[in-house]
């Protein structure tokens, strides 16, 4: 009887090691795919000028946003686009270097 258990053991080891080895391979054939895909994306939007700002903390797209409370009701600002996670916002005039303004 532990005989049996431990060969089922050693059976079921050995068969968990492999499907681990197999999804480690999809794994890494999806990543490079995406990254391929990736790379594509980025490649086609190189030469078209960004309407949004890129927010400076974390690097999401920033949003036009328009203040609900406060003082500031009914003005627009940037707001990060990754809100609540980042709370990074910036005046509507401010843009970096070679980016427009909203259209």
């Not at 068969?15 to 480690?24: C, I, M, T, V």
């Not at 391979?25 to 790379?39: H, V």
């Not at 990074?88 to 259209?103: D, K």
Request: charged fraction near 25%; aromatic fraction near 8%.
């Amino acid at each position: 009887m532990l005989f049996r258990r431990y060969r089922q053991r050693r059976l079921f080891d050995r068969l968990a090691r492999e499907e681990a080895a197999r999804a480690d391979e999809t794994l890494a054939a999806a990543r490079s795919e995406l990254m391929a895909l990736q790379l594509d994306i980025d490649q086609g939007l190189l030469g078209k000028p960004r309407t949004h700002p890129i927010c400076p903390e974390c690097g999401a797209m920033m949003r036009v946003r328009t203040a609900r409370r406060t003082y500031r009701n009914g003005s627009q600002f940037w707001g990060c686009s990754r809100y609540p996670a980042c709370t990074v916002t910036l005046p509507l005039g401010a843009f970096p270097a070679g980016v427009s303004g909203p259209r």
